[in-house]
């Protein structure tokens, strides 16, 4: 984002479904713009559009656009918009927007744009959000733009590798396959990657020191069989607020139908506050059965802890 990225134009609408029209400021609190058809207690609050979009859009279709045409509420300069991820922040003076949507279906027949050229930017380029402090915008307001990381852990449990006496094999193909499904997202994923031994009372400290400071996702490896030092699963259930036990019984049958001590592994899956917690077994190819199956329904975990359930 340019450093001048700056608020061109605010609109607001009385229905839904229609567009908006400029006015010279809007004030925002918790159900989103006063006086706005989408104010309410719901994620698309604020919808958001990028004004260099707009005009290459007009450009390209050689028709004339103004404000408020696609039923956005903020058109800005300056702002690619098409790198923003959902939880990144826009900070507008002392407002603060937090993204929770990118995108949505174009409303076809009932959008005048869409009937007079055929496509329309807001299913791709459009941003909605909710309000996290409110207050007054106006155009020329500057804009500041607070992208926020995906943060993960990936630790490994073994005594052995913490030793030095193996490689660790397990943490990395966990890595490596979060880079994979990541790299095609608009997340901004940090990972970092730990090896501890199998003990109950340093996985907690890590887990709960990780919770905390705010990391989003946590993958530990080893420590889900039956012997005498397997403590994963007791310890991440220990300190989790919920479990959610369907994606990994889901596993264990998937695999185990070929393979049954695929069915003897214990590891679990829950939540601590709003990070995710998931416990697989230490094989490589363990680590790929799991992450397959994982990854089909992380993103969406992430976005019901922050009360985003978008279907």
């Known amino acids: 984002m340019s450093k001048n990225a700056e608020v061109v134009s605010v609109n607001i609408s009385d229905e839904k479904g229609t567009v908006k029209r400029p006015v010279p400021e809007i004030r925002l609190d918790e159900r989103g713009i006063i006086d706005d058809a989408h104010a309410g207690v719901w994620h698309r609050q604020v919808s958001i559009l990028s004004q260099d979009s707009i005009d290459r859009f007009a450009a390209e279709m050689a028709i004339e656009l103004s404000p408020g045409d696609f039923g956005e509420n903020i058109d800005l300069r300056g702002v690619d918009l098409t790198t923003v991820a959902v939880l990144d922040r826009f900070r507008?003076?002392?407002?603060e927007l937090e993204v929770s949507q990118i995108g949505?279906?174009?409303?076809?027949?009932?959008?005048?744009?869409?009937?007079?050229?055929?496509?329309?930017?807001?299913?791709?380029?459009?941003?909605?959000?909710?309000?996290?402090?409110?207050?007054?915008?106006?155009?020329?307001?500057?804009?500041?733009?607070?992208?926020?990381?995906?943060?993960?852990?990936?630790?490994?449990?073994?005594?052995?590798?913490?030793?030095g006496e193996y490689v660790d094999r397990s943490g990395p193909r966990v890595r490596e396959l979060l880079e994979a499904f990541l790299e095609d997202k608009r997340w901004h994923p940090q990972i970092e990657q730990t090896i501890l031994p199998d003990d109950a009372d340093e996985l907690r400290t890590v887990l709960i020191e990780a919770q905390e400071t705010g990391v989003d996702v946590i993958f530990t490896t080893g420590g889900t069989g039956v012997g005498p030092r397997d403590i994963t699963p007791e310890t991440v259930a220990g300190i989790c607020d919920k479990l959610i036990p369907g994606i990994m019984e889901a596993i264990r049958v998937k695999f185990g139908a070929q393979n049954p001590n695929a069915l003897l592994t214990r590891g679990v899956a829950g939540v601590r506050g709003q990070t995710l917690i998931y416990a697989l077994p230490g094989s490589v190819r363990a680590v790929e059965e799991y992450m397959g199956e994982i990854l089909r329904t992380m993103e969406h975990l992430i976005l019901m802890l922050h009360e985003l359930d978008i279907h």
């Open 104 to 163: 949505k279906e174009c409303h076809g027949d009932a959008c005048a744009i869409y009937q007079q050229v055929g496509t329309c930017i807001m299913p791709t380029e459009g941003l909605f959000c909710r309000v996290v402090q409110g207050g007054t915008i106006r155009p020329g307001d500057s804009v500041e733009y607070l992208p926020r990381p995906l943060r993960f852990r990936v630790i490994t449990l073994s005594d052995r590798a913490f030793a």
């Open 92 to 95: 507008i003076g002392e407002i």
